[in-house]
């Protein structure tokens, strides 16, 4: 069974920085490109970040750009985001999502989230 | 960013109703958009991919189309488990972004 669960969720002040991690099982891992998405409470979703399946091609969405960094540990089949300079308005439930394409494409599994709170 | 319009942001219906959500794309993304469905509380489910191809899995009731700027996700006939929001995404190119998402709510 595929699964992704994220942790590393918390409250954190304006400025702060913040690591999430998505730890993944079921498939191989490093067969599969991978995507943070968040969610605003009570708001849409908002793609942020895309990492290849080998880690060579990452793409950000601009709100992000230059704040969040993602990466990925293969032989612990798990995704990162390191997140600085947090705002309020990153405020959201974060996910990680699988991708079968070598840029950002359709999201097939989800893990259920983590919930980041920036606020002083 | 290619922007997503979805349309309407929520729809009333009846149990056995044909609900069609639509989504825009302000420039062209050929076929390159998915559909998800989200419960509350509930990380989204893929529905469809690449506009028309269903996800294993997924009733055959769901059905998308189009391709361009406009594409339609058709429910035939709803049933009571499909009182969700829906969500369309685009990933064209090197990015994705999502519709502003549509809420089908029961009539």
Same mark, same amino acid.
Request: aromatic content about 12%; hydrophobic content about 30%; some cysteine.
């Given at each position: 069974?595929?699964?992704?669960?994220?942790?590393?969720?918390?409250?954190?002040? #304006? +400025?702060?920085? =913040?690591?999430?991690?998505?730890?993944? /099982?079921?498939?191989?891992? !490093?067969? %599969?490109?991978?995507?943070? *998405?968040?969610?605003? #409470? +009570?708001?849409? =979703?908002?793609?942020?970040?895309?990492? /290849?399946?080998?880690?060579? !091609?990452? %793409?950000?969405?601009?709100? *992000?750009?230059?704040?969040?960094?993602?990466?990925?540990?293969?032989?612990?089949?798990?995704?990162?985001?390191?997140?600085?300079?947090?705002?309020?308005?990153?405020?959201?439930?974060?996910?990680?999502?699988?991708?079968?394409?070598?840029?950002?494409?359709?999201?097939?599994?989800?893990?259920?989230?983590?919930?980041?709170?920036?606020?002083? | 960013?290619?922007?997503?319009?979805?349309?309407?942001?929520?729809?009333?219906?009846?149990?056995?109703?044909?609900?069609?959500?639509?989504?825009?794309?302000?420039?062209?993304?050929?076929?390159?958009?998915?559909?998800?469905?989200?419960?509350?509380?509930?990380?989204?489910?893929?529905?469809?991919?690449?506009?028309?191809?269903?996800?294993?899995?997924?009733?055959?009731?769901?059905?998308?189309?189009?391709?361009?700027?406009?594409?339609?996700?058709?429910?035939?006939?709803?049933?009571?488990?499909?009182?969700?929001?829906?969500?369309?995404?685009?990933?064209?190119?090197?990015?994705?972004?999502?519709?502003?998402?549509?809420?089908?709510?029961?009539?």
């Amino acid at each position: 069974e595929v699964q992704l669960v994220e942790s590393g969720g918390g409250l954190v002040r #304006p +400025g702060g920085s =913040l690591r999430l991690s998505c730890v993944a /099982s079921g498939f191989t891992f !490093s067969s %599969y490109s991978v995507n943070w *998405v968040r969610q605003a #409470p +009570g708001k849409g =979703l908002e793609w942020v970040s895309f990492i /290849s399946s080998d880690g060579h !091609s990452i %793409y950000y969405a601009d709100s *992000v750009k230059g704040r969040f960094t993602i990466s990925r540990d293969q032989g612990k089949s798990s995704l990162y985001l390191e997140m600085n300079s947090l705002r309020v308005e990153d405020t959201a439930v974060y996910y990680c999502a699988r991708d079968w394409g070598s840029a950002p494409s359709s999201l097939d599994y989800w893990g259920q989230g983590t919930l980041v709170t920036v606020s002083a | 960013d290619i922007q997503m319009t979805q349309s309407p942001s929520t729809l009333s219906a009846s149990v056995g109703d044909r609900v069609i959500i639509t989504c825009r794309a302000r420039q062209t993304i050929n076929s390159w958009l998915a559909w998800y469905q989200q419960k509350p509380g509930k990380a989204p489910k893929l529905l469809i991919y690449k506009a028309s191809n269903l996800e294993n899995g997924v009733p055959s009731r769901f059905s998308g189309s189009g391709s361009g700027t406009e594409f339609t996700l058709t429910i035939s006939s709803l049933q009571p488990e499909d009182f969700a929001t829906y969500y369309c995404q685009q990933y064209s190119g090197y990015s994705s972004s999502f519709g502003g998402g549509t809420k089908v709510e029961i009539k």
